[in-house]
Structures are given as structure tokens and as C-alpha cells.
């Protein structure tokens, strides 16, 4: 058997978004001498990076000021702000919510502000290495965390060694810290080893889709942000959409839809191409192309979701912990701050421990406790989470009380006791014509031949009771059709994986009825390769 490398640092980051490089680059900067090494399971910085994404500057203006001088690929400063209720025709302009206004703010791909900041890291000698799945944590005989364990290369479909096969490198530090994302699949064994959610609501998500469409000349207003709730949503579902317009004849277009929604027969994918054939967007789309995809799950439950931030060696950072503001439709500022706070934390005082204190008593944590509420108050419906997010805006977070979220995986409605809702979609004309071809626009690659990453526990409780009971929902709630149920020649049904469409989103692990599937890193390099998203 390979003997497995091992590194040593003062501190590994997982995961090479704004908040795994802000907390990397704070961190040498305090400490010029420090060895830092940050890991990232895409093949290049930023190809797994998609986010709306509306920029806040204010941290990144501390941090690295000279960012303005080397601006993302897409930056665009915001001119505009527009909200509106959807029905299946009209839109309905209503006054924006003054957490979703945006003067001074910046329309930005965060992948190529990624990438650029890797640069900056590299710069202070820091090594940056994409391609590096971080697959599990390393612990030393009093439970605490040394580091992490890189996946294996060159594994086959069956778990044999292949000719390529290079054993994982184990990374040791002093400190580590996870920003792997939502859903991240060490931040979760961690989460669940410590209990570090213990006390805290359930954890809810959305399911995010983005375009970055080519238009033709003149249709765009630069600075232009557009927010819609409504159709094509029931009131009954949690979600709305984000128009960004962009220089040169671009335009980003997404959709969210919360994981907590109860139909079992509901896709987020058709609901997204049906905001696209809205009338107004159809207008505004028509005769442009598509020149990327991608989607990727959000975290939504806000500060009484948030789980403990620190445990022994470790702290989690950004999304792995859940600290975007999903009232402001903002996270890269929240996970700018609290990488600058985790660092800053491990420089004084030397230890992860009292890390969580050190967040829930700065202004990042103020700031989520003023919106704690809008997100749950969307439990009952359209019209009570609207009263609730007016009342909560009014008194500036100041009500007595705090609502609980609900746990995604729990909240479908059995097809025994459910009825269609009236969606009233449309015949549908833009692209893509499915989620197969969706997937193309996000110039995804996985090697063929290594395991499956997507580990389901039982696959005859798929065709057993999954099909009696919900209908197989994971081949509608998956946005790259990687489950699907066949029918062999015998006439035997199964679960097929289609493991090399999987766009890393992770919907299928939080929203899985059953909890059985459980997504695990496949060999680094693999996944999505998203261009200015």
C-alpha cells in the first residue's frame, strides 16, 4: 500500500471561496512568517464558484483595497433597483425593501474575484491548490482536529487502484478552517461529530439556478437589478427570482426556490424556464444565447440555524457555517468578515476556542439578528411571510421572539395526500430545452471511470417505498437529472446515477426524504468548470 504524504502548515483552508482566501490572506497578513495552504476540489479557482451575485465592497475594501484597480471579468456598478409581484402575465412594481437596495454596491462574477484574490494570496507566499478534494477531517488522540485527508486519485468505479492511483495527501496545521460552501462534506461530519447544532432550528436551503446570456446590442440598461416574488410560484412556496444587468450586452438571470417546498411532483428547473418565458423576460431574452449555467444550493435559515462556529482545532467560515443574509439576497460580504474575524481570532488568541463567542458578539451577527425572522415567516405562505418581513423591517429586529425553521428533508407532502397545485405554467419557447442541456452550459467533467459520489444507502427503498410514497422526487428535484428510474428488460425497475451530470449542488442531500443519499467529494479536478458566474 502507498505511503501517504503528509504536509505540515500553520493553517489549511478548505475550500477557495471569499471566505476560505479572505481568512487565508487576513491570516498572513498578521503573520508574514506563517505557512498557509488553501484547497480547492475544482480543477481551477472559481469553476465551482456561483453566486447571483450583488457585492457589498465594505470588507473586501479593508482587506484589499486595490481590488477596485483589478476588477472582476463582470463588474458593474448597481444604478437601479426594481421589485416586483409576478402574476402569469403582468408585473406589479412594488417598493423595493430597503435591505435589497444597492447604491454603492457591485454586480460581480465572484468566480473571477475568486480568482484574482488567489493571486493575491499566492503573492503572500500562501499555496493555493486546486484540484485537491479535502474528503474527511484528521484527528489526534484527544479528538481534535489536526487537519484534512485529500481524496484519492485514480480510483476506479469498483473502489480498485487504477495505474494512475496517488493516495490522498494528509494536510496538518495547527489550525484548519472550512469554508467548503453550502452543505460543505466536512463542515458536515464535523457538525455532526461535535454537535455543534445542537439547541439551533434546523438548517433550510434554496436551490439557486444562473444564466449569463448574450443579448443583442442595446437591450440592457447597465446597473439594472431586478428582484420578482409571485408566479411562477404558488403562495404556498418559499422563492423569486434576480435580473442583473450587465455591460456589453450581458445579462445574469436566476431563480431560488426554497428546498422546504411540500409538492412531491414539483421541478425548480421547469419553474426557473418558466420565469425565463415570462413575458417580460421572454422580451428582454429573445434572440440572445445562453454562454453559461450552473446551480448550487443556498443557506437560508439565518442566525437561529447558525450552528456553533468553533470546535477543538477547527471553525467553520461563510456558508459552511450559514451566514449569508438571505433578506439582503448577500453573502460575500458576510463571508469576507467573518474569514477577516476568523483570522484575526486564531492570530490573538491562539486558539479555534471562543471563536463562536467572538462572531455572536460583532457586527456580523447584529446584522443577521435584525432579519431573523423574514426567512421562517415564510412558513405560512407568501402574504404571512410579507406581513412578518414588514413588521421585522419596522422594528429593526427588535420583536421579543424568534422563529424556528423546519427541516427540508421532512416537509414533503405524501402522494396519498396531495393534490396538484394550479401553477399555471406555460407553453415554454427559450433555452435550454431540459436539464440535460443545462448541464452542457456548465462544462462539466468527471472522469468516467472513478466511484459514484453520490452514496445512496438503499436503492431498493427507491423503487419500494420512495415510489408508493413520494413518486421518486430526486428525479425532479435534481437540476442535472443525475437519478432517474429505469426499466431493465426483465421489467425490473431500478435507481440509475447518473454521477457524471452532477453539478455539485447538493439539493439531493438536503432534500432527500428518506435522508439516504448522502453527497461525498468526488476525485478532485471533477465538476463544474462555470465561466463569469
Request: charged content about 20%; aromatic content about 8%.
Amino acid at each position: 500500500m502507498s505511503e501517504r504524504d503528509v504536509m505540515e502548515y500553520d493553517l489549511v483552508v478548505v475550500g477557495a471561496g471569499p471566505a476560505g482566501l479572505s481568512t487565508a490572506i487576513r491570516y498572513k497578513q498578521l503573520n508574514p512568517e506563517a505557512t498557509v495552504c488553501v484547497l480547492e476540489k475544482a480543477s481551477e479557482i472559481g469553476a465551482h464558484i456561483l453566486s447571483g451575485a450583488v457585492m457589498e465592497p465594505g470588507y473586501l475594501d479593508t482587506l484589499l483595497p486595490e481590488w477596485r484597480e483589478h476588477k472582476p471579468a463582470i463588474c458593474v456598478a448597481a444604478q437601479k433597483d426594481r421589485f416586483a409581484w409576478l402574476t402569469q402575465t403582468r408585473a406589479y412594481r412594488l417598493p423595493t425593501p430597503p435591505q435589497q437596495k444597492n447604491h454603492g454596491n457591485y454586480i460581480i462574477s465572484l468566480g473571477s474575484l475568486c480568482k484574482w484574490m488567489a493571486e493575491k494570496a499566492e503573492e503572500l507566499e500562501i499555496d493555493v491548490f486546486p484540484g485537491f478534494a479535502g474528503a474527511t477531517a484528521l484527528f489526534n488522540d484527544a479528538d481534535e482536529v489536526i487537519g484534512v485527508r485529500c481524496g484519492d486519485m485514480g480510483v476506479n468505479k469498483a473502489g480498485e487502484h487504477g495505474p494512475a492511483y496517488a493516495p490522498g495527501v494528509d494536510i496538518h496545521a495547527k489550525f484548519t478552517v472550512l469554508s467548503e460552501g453550502c452543505r460543505g462534506s466536512i463542515s458536515k461530519q464535523l457538525i455532526r461529530k461535535y454537535q455543534l447544532d445542537t439547541g439551533k432550528s434546523p438548517q433550510t436551503y434554496g436551490l439557486g439556478f444562473k444564466e449569463l446570456w448574450q443579448l443583442p446590442a442595446g437591450r440592457t440598461r447597465p446597473g439594472t437589478i431586478q428582484h420578482t416574488i409571485g408566479w411562477p410560484l404558488d403562495s404556498k412556496t418559499y422563492g423569486g427570482s434576480f435580473l442583473y444587468e450587465l455591460d456589453d450586452d450581458r445579462v445574469y438571470i436566476g431563480f431560488v426556490t426554497g428546498l422546504d417546498y411540500a409538492d412531491p411532483n414539483f421541478s425548480p428547473f421547469e419553474a426557473f424556464q418558466q420565469f425565463k418565458n415570462h413575458p417580460i423576460n421572454k422580451k428582454l431574452l429573445d434572440g440572445g444565447e445562453i454562454l453559461s449555467a450552473g446551480a448550487r444550493t443556498i443557506v437560508e435559515g439565518g442566525l437561529q440555524s447558525l450552528p456553533t462556529m468553533d470546535m477543538p482545532g477547527a471553525l467553520l467560515a461563510g456558508d459552511s457555517a450559514g451566514t449569508i443574509n438571505v433578506t439582503k439576497i448577500k453573502g460575500i460580504h458576510m463571508a469576507i468578515g467573518t474569514g477577516m474575524l476568523a483570522a484575526e481570532h486564531l492570530s490573538e488568541a491562539a486558539t479555534t476556542s471562543g471563536f463562536d463567542a467572538r462572531w455572536r458578539a460583532s457586527k456580523l451577527n447584529a446584522e443577521l439578528h435584525k432579519v431573523r425572522n423574514i426567512r421562517p415567516g415564510f412558513n405560512k405562505g407568501l402574504w404571512r411571510g410579507l406581513l412578518t418581513a414588514v413588521i421585522e423591517t419596522v422594528t429593526l429586529g427588535k420583536l421579543p421572539r424568534t422563529l424556528q425553521n423546519h427541516a427540508d428533508h421532512n416537509s414533503l407532502t405524501k402522494l396519498a395526500e396531495h393534490s396538484d397545485p394550479d401553477y399555471q405554467w406555460v407553453e415554454r419557447q427559450l433555452p435550454p430545452r431540459d436539464r440535460l442541456a443545462s448541464v452542457y452550459f456548465a462544462s462539466n467533467a468527471h472522469e468516467e471511470d472513478q466511484p459514484v459520489h453520490l452514496k445512496v444507502a438503499d436503492t431498493d427503498l427507491c423503487i419500494s417505498k420512495c415510489t408508493v410514497e413520494y413518486g421518486n422526487p430526486c428525479t425532479r428535484f435534481c437540476p442535472a437529472g443525475v437519478y432517474e428510474i429505469v426499466e431493465d428488460a426483465d421489467g425490473a425497475r431500478r435507481l440509475q446515477i447518473n454521477s457524471s451530470n452532477c453539478v455539485h449542488c447538493k439539493a439531493c442531500d438536503i432534500k432527500d426524504p428518506y435522508e439516504q443519499i448522502n453527497w461525498v467529494t468526488p476525485e478532485g479536478g471533477s465538476g463544474p468548470n462555470y465561466q463569469n458566474l
